[in-house]
């Protein structure tokens, strides 16, 4: 099972702010995923990665940006934070050849914009 | 378009056994996976169908019918900590995969 951890695991801030969502992984998975979940609502594919210099966007990728410098790491970048961003921000990872890429999820930043 | 659907909502009794059904259309397939999701944490890997029929671990068991597009997880000898959502997604032919709202299960003692 993987290791992956998620910084902050909550993160309240004001409208207009830049923040930085941090997510490492330390099973050296190439793949990594950026979702977006609501409560009672299903998962949102933001942004995804197929290994180092490689980013690819999801469904609701237009107010983010996402960068794969080194493996382990996939932060996730807001430019100017809104009310509507509030939920949970889930990342994952996943490798090719285990189980058709059984994603293994990080333990969530709950944010909330004022 | 794609679509997950399972229902909203299920209750059972501590000790007792429950299906939860998933039915799914999606453009490729790759396999079927369920999650648990316990309130405000992540969700965590229960189990993968690729192929028709069924898969027992445990207390779950989770069955595929790729002709009809269906998968159930079945829960046995039901305890407490099963209380959670359970969420269906499918890989589809980019090897992504397409989530359910989540079906949340309620145990009552």
């Known amino acids: 099972e993987a290791d992956i951890y998620q910084t902050p695991r909550y993160l309240v801030i004001g409208t207009g702010k830049k923040i930085t969502l941090e997510c490492s992984q330390t099973?050296?998975?190439?793949?990594m995923y950026w979702y977006q979940q609501d409560p009672g609502m299903e998962l949102h594919l933001i942004h995804y990665s197929y290994g180092v210099n490689s980013t690819e966007k999801g469904d609701l990728s237009s107010e983010s940006t996402v960068s794969r410098i080194r493996t382990e790491h996939f932060p996730l970048t807001l430019e100017s934070a809104r009310p509507s961003h509030t939920s949970q921000y889930l990342c994952a990872s996943s490798e090719p050849g285990d189980r058709e890429e059984t994603q293994y999820f990080g333990p969530g930043t709950r944010l909330l914009v004022l | 378009g794609q679509n997950i659907d399972q229902p909203t909502e299920m209750t059972a009794t501590e000790g007792a056994i429950v299906q939860i059904n998933c039915t799914y259309q999606t453009s490729g397939f790759n396999g079927l996976f369920w999650y648990q999701q316990h309130a405000g944490e992540a969700p965590t890997f229960l189990s993968y169908?690729?192929l028709d029929g069924l898969e027992e671990k445990g207390r779950f068991s989770s069955f595929l019918s790729r002709s009809k597009g269906y998968s159930y997880l079945l829960l046995k000898e039901l305890q407490m900590k099963d209380s959670a959502s359970y969420l269906c997604?499918?890989?589809?032919?980019?090897?992504?995969?397409?989530w359910g709202a989540g079906t949340k299960l309620i145990i009552k003692p």
């Open positions: 099973m050296g998975h190439d793949k």
């Open positions: 997604a499918v890989s589809d032919s980019n090897y992504q995969l397409i």
């Open positions: 169908n690729v």
